[in-house]
Every structure is written in structure tokens, then in C-alpha cells.
């Protein structure tokens, strides 16, 4: 099972994006929407001199945020890297800096898998999460992205999945589960 950022989501990201260097435009150069600094007789003033650079400091800043949320919302969308991905014999995590290869945890390392509704600290309200308890944390990051430890659970941040977490949990149980029958099974004495 294959997990990935809701398209939808980096679509909005993009055109937010977009938005913010058209605004950029907008203030620096064009005043369409915007007001332009003070003149007198097609002459600009003094205060309309303090206004243009203050339209260019806050020109710079849209457009260089607005860039960068372009950048990264086209960037994820063409190069399609999942977030989670469920295999036979472990877990896939992207738990690094957006161009990083993702973690590979097997199923011996997991205790348990989960499910929560956490409180979001910027916010205040609920965020779904997807909880992992290790048994041994390997090689993992010790400061992750979208993620956060707290002693050996890994709670992992899954607001903008395209999956409901509930079908992700049901997926990654069911194979932490086979795992455990199989390693449990005693060879045949030969």
C-alpha cells in the first residue's frame, strides 16, 4: 500500500503560490489592484519615495514566498514521493527533508501500530496521526519531518494524506500481524 500527499492539497499550495507572486507583481510595478506611491504634478514625492521601497520590501517577500510554495507544491506533484508505504517485510518513511530517501523499518523493529486524533499545537484542534511504537527506533532520524518522537512512539503527522488514516492503520496492522505468524512459524525439523 502506497501512501501519498493529497494532490488537491498541492494544487491549493500552488495557486496560493501564484497568487502571492501575481500580488508581488502587483505591488512592485503595476498598482492594478494596489495603491500607487503619492505624486505631485507626475513627480513623486518624498513620502511616495518611502512608499516605493516599502512596496519593494513587501514585493520581495511575496514573491519570494509565493516562489517558493509554487516550487514546492509543482515539485511534489511532477516527482510523486510517498509519504508511507506498507511492504511484506516493513515500513517505507519519509521522515527526512523533502529530496531525502525515505526509512525502511522492518516489522521485527515494531511493537505497534495505531491510530489518534492529536491536538495540534499551532492550531489547537485535532489532527489525525498515525502512531508507531518501536521496539528498536534503528536508524531512524532523531528530529523528523511531520513527525515527532516521544520516547519510543513515533507519532506521525497524516493531515494532507490522500488515504484516511483508518485504512492506512488497517493496512499496516494486517502486515505487522502476517509478519509476526511467519517469524513465529518453527522451520520443519528435516
Not at 516521544?150 to 494524506?161: N, S, T, Y
Request: glycine share 8%.
Amino acid at each position: 500500500m502506497r501512501v501519498d500527499r493529497s494532490p488537491i492539497r498541492l494544487f491549493l499550495f500552488g495557486l496560493v503560490g501564484l497568487l502571492l507572486m501575481l500580488a508581488a507583481v502587483d505591488v512592485m510595478w503595476g498598482h492594478w489592484l494596489s495603491t500607487p506611491p503619492d505624486t505631485y504634478s507626475d513627480a513623486i514625492t518624498s513620502k511616495g519615495k518611502n512608499q516605493r521601497r516599502s512596496d519593494y520590501v513587501w514585493g520581495t517577500f511575496m514573491l519570494a514566498s509565493g516562489g517558493a510554495l509554487f516550487g514546492y507544491a509543482v515539485t511534489t506533484l511532477v516527482r510523486r514521493r510517498p509519504v508511507l508505504v506498507v511492504r511484506e517485510d516493513g515500513l517505507e518513511l519519509a521522515l527526512g527533508s523533502p529530496f531525502a530517501e525515505p526509512d525502511f523499518v522492518a516489522w521485527d523493529a515494531v511493537d505497534f501500530i495505531s491510530c489518534a486524533a492529536d491536538d495540534d499545537p499551532d492550531v489547537g484542534e485535532g489532527r489525525d496521526v498515525l502512531i508507531i511504537d518501536f521496539n528498536d527506533c534503528g536508524d531512524l532520524p532523531f528530529d523528523p519531518w511531520g513527525a515527532e518522537w516521544r520516547g519510543d512512539r513515533l507519532i506521525v503527522d497524516a493531515v494532507g494524506w490522500e488515504r484516511p488514516i483508518e485504512e492506512v492503520v488497517l493496512h499496516a496492522a494486517t502486515a505487522l500481524e502476517h509478519a509476526r505468524l511467519f517469524s513465529e512459524e518453527e522451520p520443519p525439523d528435516g
